[in-house]
């Protein structure tokens, strides 16, 4: 069985998007007339008589299968007064604030923000729900908007509105799936690590998480999960650790000489969702002791919130603030966007990627690569696992203040897939493929090499014969 990841289905639709979906957008591709399929690009014809031998090749797709009665119902979450675009966490507070009055008539639903998705309708007439945070009182609207059928997954094309709309909705029910798993998001990138399985290279003071990349496609052949492995580079340092080793090394101006260092960087909390920021500057004016901010509890400093929300005691009482300035948009017509400062403490973060000075180590790179680029069988394992994972019932939670050691049922990935009417099947998605023969590589002096089966080859023969020179006219421009 030979191994392919990423070249066949999503690389196809997107060359096909890009070199014809401007002369006919996607929407508008059910009523492109029969005469002009000629058009659109053809599978090139196989020759009479074609090198190599056909192969099945086994890509990182598989599929996901929905009940054909099942229906997921979307609603718009309308908030007043209005929460600014960005700041998604405040929304989904403030309806899981909601969570007594909603369950009874929802049951179990996703909410990221703006949308809530659900398999049970509440009718065509809005919900309007009252609830109160932080002191403020909030109405909240929730509008059905759409309603997701097996129609919108098996013929994409005919409405691509619901389309996109069931699109995103699998992409997020995934990362449900992966957040029951204890895995932790990077970003927006559809990245999701695994702390707990990280491996450590000491000799380097690194440390790697492994964790993967999903991706869900509504294509011709129907409800497509894509899964990748990933990883990610970690210091085994805290941040107050470099300051200590930039002081060691006799810097003359330390303050400057930090904040340099740290200046765009990133950096990971290792306490809470383990978040990452870039830092903006250093700033030596406060410490945990002199900075407060405010808590649902009232004004609280860095040490006492850490210790109270975290269990973690701070050390170093004199160390500086790492500064993050989160940018947040207004709402919409009042203004311009502000910044939000967030100070982190060097204690408890750590730097992430490769410092540049190990790029050119050897030794390095070499133990690094044995846990980043994994072979396709390997590739192949890690994606098994997932798939086993998705269909356990017997996950434990990151045992939280306030919460039990293990998940409840209905939280468990196996029963999360049940409740929404999806199972993904455990094979991947196969296709023909053509292996060719090796080709002769020509070398220098007229030498000749040909590769082994597996596509590498090893040589130290001269891959040109230098020409020497016995004259030689160099053509020149004279003005006159």
Avoid at 67 to 72: G, I
Avoid at 79 to 87: A, G
Avoid at 116 to 144: C, H, K, N, W
Avoid at 398 to 406: A, C, D, L, T, Y
Wanted: contains cysteine.
């Amino acid at each position: 069985m030979y191994i392919i990841y990423k070249y066949s289905l999503a690389r196809c639709l997107k060359l096909i998007n890009k070199l014809h979906m401007e002369e006919y957008p996607l929407e508008e591709m059910k009523d492109v007339p029969s005469s002009q399929y000629a058009k659109f690009p053809k599978r090139p014809p196989i020759p009479p008589n074609p090198a190599g031998t056909m192969v099945k090749l086994s890509t990182n797709y598989f599929k996901m299968m929905p009940k054909p009665s099942n229906y997921v119902f979307v609603y718009a979450i309308k908030f007043e007064p209005s929460i600014p675009d960005d700041n998604t966490p405040l929304k989904k507070r403030v309806v899981k604030s909601m969570k007594e009055v909603l369950e009874p008539e929802f049951k179990k639903y996703i909410c990221t923000g703006n949308i809530m998705y659900t398999t049970f309708d509440a009718g065509a007439s809005p919900v309007v729900q009252e609830t109160a945070l932080f002191d403020t009182r909030y109405i909240v609207t929730l509008t059905r908007a759409h309603i997701i059928s097996l129609e919108d997954i098996l013929h994409p094309h005919k409405d691509m509105a619901k389309a996109q709309t069931a699109n995103t909705f699998f992409n997020i029910l995934i990362k449900s799936l992966l957040h029951s798993l204890n895995m932790i998001p990077v970003g927006r990138t559809g990245r999701y690590l695994i702390p707990q399985e990280g491996t450590r290279i000491n000799d380097y003071s690194l440390q790697i998480w492994p964790g993967y990349k999903t991706s869900v496609k509504l294509c011709d052949a129907g409800l497509l999960l894509e899964i990748d492995y990933t990883s990610r580079i970690l210091s085994q340092k805290s941040a107050l650790q470099v300051i200590e080793e930039l002081k060691e090394n006799g810097s003359r101006n330390l303050q400057a000489d930090v904040k340099e260092y740290f200046k765009g960087r990133s950096v990971i909390a290792w306490y809470g969702n383990k978040r990452n920021y870039i830092i903006d500057d250093v700033d030596f004016n406060l410490n945990p002791d002199t900075h407060s901010f405010a808590t649902p509890e009232g004004m609280m400093n860095i040490t006492t919130y850490m210790l109270k929300k975290y269990q973690i005691k701070i050390k170093h009482r004199n160390q500086p603030l790492l500064l993050h300035k989160k940018r947040i948009r207004g709402v919409v017509g009042s203004g311009p966007e502000s910044e939000e400062k967030i100070y982190l403490v060097p204690e408890v973060c750590g730097l992430t990627g490769l410092p540049d000075e190990m790029r050119s180590n050897f030794q390095a790179m070499k133990q690094i690569a044995v846990h980043t680029k994994l072979t396709p069988d390997q590739r192949t394992d890690k994606m098994s696992k997932l798939l086993k994972l998705f269909n356990s019932m017997n996950i434990s939670r990151e045992r939280r203040e306030g919460q039990p050691p293990n998940r409840p049922p209905e939280d468990q990935p196996a029963e999360i897939l049940k409740r929404w009417g999806f199972e993904i099947l455990p094979d991947p998605i196969q296709v023909r493929g053509r292996k060719l023969p090796p080709v002769t590589v020509g070398l220098g002096g007229d030498q000749t090499i040909k590769p082994q089966g597996n596509g590498q080859f090893f040589f130290k023969q001269r891959i040109v014969t230098p020409v020497s020179y016995t004259h030689l006219t160099l053509p020149t421009i004279c003005s006159v």
